[in-house]
C-alpha cells in the first residue's frame, strides 16, 4: 500500500502545482497588457512630440496626465473645489 499512497500523492502534487500555474498565469495577464497600454501610448505621445501627428490636448499622454494631475493638487484647485460650501449657511 505505501506505493499507492506515493503515486496519489505524487498525482495530487502535480495537480495542484498544474492548478497554480493557471491561477497565477490567469492573473498575472491582466496587469501586463495594461502596462503594455500604457508604455505603448506614451511611447505614441513622445513620438507625436518629436513629430506631430495628431493634438496632444485631445488625447495626452500619460505622464503629461500625471505631471498635470499632480500640478493642480500642488495648487489646491482639486481640493478647493471639493471642499467649498454655500456661504450664509
Sequence with gaps: ??????DQSATTGMEEGARRQ????????KPLAL???VLVRQAL???NQAMP???ALLFPAPW????AGWRL?????LW???SRRPRGS
Design 73 to 77: 493638487a500642488q495648487s489646491g484647485v
Design 45 to 47: 505621445g513622445l513620438l
Design 35 to 37: 502596462a503594455i497600454v
Design 22 to 29: 493557471l491561477e497565477w498565469r490567469g492573473r498575472s495577464g
Design 53 to 55: 501627428f495628431y493634438n
Design 64 to 67: 503629461d496626465l500625471l505631471v
Design 1 to 6: 500500500m505505501p506505493v499507492a499512497d506515493a
Design 80 to 82: 478647493w473645489a471639493s
